[in-house]
């Protein structure tokens, strides 16, 4: 009986994670962080299939240029959210200055739209 | 308190009161809650500069109080003076903290509605926004 019941408990939290989505803000960084590293398989795996069909090598090149530019990539800090909408924004701090990374999810916690845009030097 | 300070922040708080009284177009309504928390942080801001004054105001009274000990030669009342003095004063520094703080949470609330709603509606990485402010990057529509 009691072999039943671990048994049971197990098999729940299998289930559990293996429906449990990443949070908005790990979405974010490690999309960012895959960015980042040109890699366009990262960028994109959690990219909606639409949004997918968008990217190219080319521009995630250039997206990874821009982040490198601004040095080591560090922390990121939500600055706000819309979660009817499934809008996050996040502020992504590197050695030489800030981008705010603006996303967009789907109904399946998939990003359908995804955004960076350099921010003022403070 | 100098006085342009409060002007600025008067100022400030009187922009954002305007931003979250004016219609916005239909782009920016994923950005509402950023109005929202402008007027927010503008009532915030109000009330920190409110008690700025106030601390300022009780740092200057004891300060003064302590001169006119120690000339009546009352030590140990000028040292309680002054002591009162310095935690107005430490409390004016707190408060200029939390003033900072609110004010970037301003700031980035506001150039994330800026990017928001002078970006066209679908970027692809390199391209540069119509406000021609920054470069934005990335694919989909926000």
Same mark, same amino acid.
């Given at each position: %009986?009691?072999?039943?019941?671990?048994?049971?408990?197990?098999?729940?939290?299998?289930?559990?994670?293996?429906?449990?989505?990443?949070?908005?803000?790990?979405?974010?960084?490690?999309?960012?962080?895959?960015?980042?590293?040109?890699?366009?398989?990262?960028?994109?795996?959690?990219?909606?299939?639409? *949004?997918?069909?968008?990217?190219?090598?080319?521009?995630?090149?250039?997206?990874?240029?821009?982040?490198?530019?601004?040095?080591? %990539?560090?922390?990121?800090?939500?600055?706000?959210?819309?979660?009817?909408?499934?809008?996050?924004?996040?502020?992504?701090?590197?050695?030489?200055?800030? %981008?705010?990374?603006? *996303?967009?999810?789907?109904?399946?916690?998939?990003?359908?739209?995804?955004?960076?845009?350099? *921010?003022?030097?403070? | 308190?100098?006085? /342009?300070?409060?002007?600025?922040?008067?100022?400030? +708080?009187?922009?954002?009161?305007?931003?979250?009284?004016? /219609?916005? /177009?239909?782009? +920016?309504?994923?950005?509402?809650?950023?109005?929202?928390?402008?007027?927010?942080?503008?009532?915030?801001?109000?009330?920190?500069?409110?008690?700025? &004054?106030?601390?300022?105001? #009780?740092?200057?009274?004891?300060? &003064? $109080? +302590?001169?006119? &000990? +120690?000339? =009546?030669?009352?030590?140990?009342?000028? #040292?309680?003076? @002054?002591?009162?003095?310095? &935690?107005?004063?430490?409390?004016? $520094?707190?408060?200029?903290?939390?003033?900072?703080? $609110?004010?970037?949470?301003?700031?980035?609330?506001? @150039?994330?509605?800026?990017?928001?709603?002078?970006?066209?509606?679908?970027?692809? =990485?390199?391209?540069?926004? /119509?406000?021609?402010? =920054?470069?934005?990057?990335?694919?989909?529509?926000?």
């Amino acid at each position: %009986m009691r072999t039943w019941a671990l048994f049971a408990v197990f098999a729940l939290a299998v289930l559990i994670a293996g429906c449990s989505h990443d949070g908005p803000q790990v979405l974010a960084e490690s999309t960012t962080r895959a960015a980042y590293d040109n890699d366009l398989d990262g960028t994109v795996a959690h990219f909606d299939p639409a *949004l997918k069909q968008e990217v190219t090598r080319a521009t995630v090149g250039q997206l990874s240029d821009a982040l490198h530019a601004l040095g080591t %990539m560090h922390g990121f800090v939500a600055v706000g959210s819309t979660p009817a909408q499934g809008r996050y924004d996040y502020q992504a701090s590197f050695d030489k200055g800030r %981008m705010l990374v603006q *996303l967009r999810l789907d109904s399946d916690q998939e990003i359908a739209a995804y955004r960076v845009t350099p *921010l003022a030097p403070q | 308190m100098s006085t /342009p300070r409060t002007l600025t922040s008067i100022a400030l +708080a009187a922009a954002l009161a305007t931003a979250a009284g004016r /219609p916005l /177009p239909a782009s +920016a309504n994923a950005t509402g809650w950023l109005v929202g928390g402008a007027a927010a942080a503008a009532a915030t801001l109000i009330i920190i500069n409110h008690n700025k &004054q106030v601390h300022a105001k #009780y740092a200057a009274y004891d300060h &003064q $109080v +302590a001169a006119e &000990q +120690a000339a =009546a030669n009352n030590a140990a009342a000028a #040292y309680g003076s @002054e002591r009162q003095a310095y &935690q107005h004063e430490a409390a004016l $520094v707190a408060a200029y903290k939390h003033e900072t703080v $609110v004010q970037h949470r301003i700031v980035v609330g506001l @150039e994330a509605q800026l990017a928001e709603r002078g970006g066209p509606t679908r970027l692809v =990485a390199g391209e540069v926004a /119509p406000n021609g402010s =920054a470069a934005s990057y990335g694919w989909g529509t926000l």
